[in-house]
């Protein structure tokens, strides 16, 4: 990443490094065929569209034959896991959850001889479960999103140390945002826009902040004369284009280091925490006068000195997002794993709020707010580093290095064209775009998970 100082910031963890290299006749070997690889996840464009462009990423981006399967429960169900050389869980199935994968599908895994590979997000949840799925089911590598030394505290001990672990970022620049044009920040109606969501209080200050930000932000903003469209309930949340128009329309976004500050391995702080505030509740028909449990007293109860245990602290794909569209980024101070620089590719804001008029006096300093858009549209939005293709590259790497001492698929049966005739999954080339699909549709979607049907339900509508 190019940079005006004069000491070049250090190469994270996650970019891409060059290893020993391999013995010729290994890389003649790896060259003869692609490798046949089974992308087990959920994929849904009505919701976030980050996780779709992650997985468009393994197809447009691999050098290997990825086949995408899209269903939870029992997942393998029907599938001869033989004709693969690779299988890799995504993270948007749960794998610490029967829900998502069914004990005949986590038998299965565990019996293939092949390369697997799990990607895995939210990694404070689930914690032991998920560690002892990678152990029962004999996982060769995990694509984790924490620091190689919190890697290590985490997954140091499956499969007695030989489970691999590679860094890799929550998200990365979509393929399409670079190329929208930018909107001039005069014509942009709102000043600074965010959405948030509220966390259960055991995710801790990493959780809080992300409501805490919108909130003080919105309170101090009428100070400044600073129009805002900030919201944090999940009725106000955007999605496809909505989220793309709401970020093209706003001359800046509020931004927080994503991730939790408790790490929960066996969920029992979430368990004790969420229950107890749910028993004490005195709901009320006026929402606002409904008495609830204070953070501060859930804290001392469930996880006092539980919090930055492990460091999850994270960049958010929220914020490759903004700069990708062009967009000032406003956000606390944080590493945000090694991308962006304070005054450089962002406004920093005190946590306490205490410099909210020097971010009001840059926020009207047209110019100095577009310097700061278009490094960070020049460093971060074009830069190589954070684009898909090097998460891919470097999957292909791991993957193809697992393979280099194993046989491959003998068996053609039921791959390519048979299979995704089988198991048709639509991938939608650039999900920013699309539009949310009605209220009804959603909550049909949410009630078949929560009932386990949903598997059963894409299985039946592929037979039509």
């Known amino acids: 990443m190019k940079d005006t100082h004069d000491t070049p910031p250090a190469e994270p963890d996650h970019v891409g490094r060059k290893r020993r290299a391999k013995p010729a006749q290994d890389v003649a070997a790896r060259k003869e065929r692609p490798l046949r690889v089974l992308l087990a996840c959920n994929y849904d464009p009505a919701n976030a569209a980050t996780v779709c462009d992650h997985i468009n990423a393994f197809t447009r981006y691999s050098r290997h034959d990825v086949h995408v399967l899209s269903a939870v429960g029992e997942i393998f169900d029907g599938i001869k896991l033989s004709s693969f050389d690779a299988i890799v869980i995504h993270y948007s199935l749960a794998l610490a959850l029967e829900s998502y994968v069914g004990p005949r599908s986590r038998r299965?895994?565990?019996?293939?001889?092949?390369?697997?590979?799990?990607?895995?997000?939210?990694?404070?949840?689930?914690?032991?479960?998920?560690?002892?799925?990678?152990?029962?089911?004999?996982?060769?590598?995990?694509?984790?999103?924490?620091?190689?030394?919190?890697?290590e505290r985490v997954y140091g001990r499956?499969?007695?140390?030989?489970?691999?672990?590679?860094?890799v970022l929550t998200g990365y620049v979509p393929h399409w945002l670079p190329h929208y044009p930018p909107i001039p920040l005069a014509a942009r109606k709102t000043m600074v826009g965010y959405r948030g969501r509220t966390y259960p209080a055991w995710h801790g200050e990493q959780g809080r902040e992300k409501v805490r930000i919108g909130k003080l932000f919105k309170r101090d903003a009428k100070r400044f004369s600073i129009s805002t469209d900030i919201a944090w309930s999940e009725s106000s949340r955007l999605y496809g284009r909505e989220w793309v128009d709401f970020i093209r329309g706003c001359q800046a976004v509020l931004a927080v280091e994503s991730g939790a500050s408790v790490f929960d391995f066996d969920g029992a702080?979430?368990?004790?925490?969420?229950?107890?505030?749910?028993?004490?509740?005195?709901?009320?028909?006026?929402?606002?006068?409904?008495?609830?449990?204070?953070?501060?007293?859930?804290?001392?109860?469930?996880?006092?000195?539980?919090?930055?245990?492990?460091?999850?602290?994270?960049?958010?794909?929220?914020?490759?997002?903004?700069?990708?569209?062009?967009?000032?980024?406003i956000a606390y101070p944080?590493?945000?794993?090694?991308?962006?620089?304070?005054?450089?590719?962002?406004?920093?804001?005190?946590?306490?709020?205490?410099?909210?008029?020097?971010?009001?006096?840059?926020?009207?300093?047209?110019?100095?707010?577009?310097?700061?858009?278009?490094?960070?549209?020049?460093?971060?939005?074009?830069?190589?580093?954070?684009?898909?293709?090097?998460?891919?590259?470097?999957?292909?790497?791991?993957?193809?290095?697992?393979?280099?001492?194993?046989?491959?698929?003998?068996?053609?049966?039921?791959?390519?064209?048979?299979?995704?005739?089988?198991?048709?999954?639509?991938?939608?080339?650039?999900?920013?775009?699309?539009?949310?699909?009605?209220?009804?549709?959603?909550l049909g979607g949410r009630l078949l998970r929560r009932l386990g049907l949903y598997g059963l339900f894409n299985r039946l509508r592929r037979r039509k």
């Open 108 to 151: 299965a895994l565990a019996a293939f001889q092949g390369a697997k590979a799990v990607f895995i997000q939210d990694e404070y949840r689930f914690v032991n479960a998920t560690l002892e799925v990678l152990e029962t089911c004999g996982v060769d590598i995990v694509f984790t999103c924490l620091a190689p030394a919190e890697a």
């Open 158 to 167: 499956v499969r007695e140390g030989k489970l691999r672990r590679h860094q």
């Open 334 to 442: 944080g590493r945000y794993s090694d991308v962006m620089q304070p005054w450089r590719h962002y406004i920093p804001l005190d946590k306490d709020h205490g410099n909210m008029a020097q971010v009001a006096t840059v926020l009207r300093d047209t110019e100095r707010v577009a310097e700061i858009v278009a490094n960070a549209y020049a460093e971060i939005a074009l830069n190589p580093a954070y684009a898909y293709s090097a998460m891919i590259d470097q999957f292909d790497e791991r993957i193809t290095e697992l393979m280099v001492d194993r046989p491959h698929a003998s068996s053609h049966e039921g791959v390519g064209a048979k299979f995704r005739s089988a198991y048709p999954v639509h991938l939608v080339d650039n999900p920013h775009e699309l539009r949310r699909p009605p209220a009804a549709r959603r």
């Open 269 to 329: 702080v979430a368990a004790r925490s969420e229950s107890f505030a749910a028993l004490v509740e005195r709901p009320h028909p006026i929402p606002g006068l409904t008495k609830k449990a204070s953070y501060e007293q859930l804290r001392e109860r469930f996880f006092s000195g539980r919090e930055d245990e492990i460091d999850i602290a994270q960049i958010s794909p929220r914020v490759f997002e903004a700069i990708a569209l062009r967009t000032l980024i």
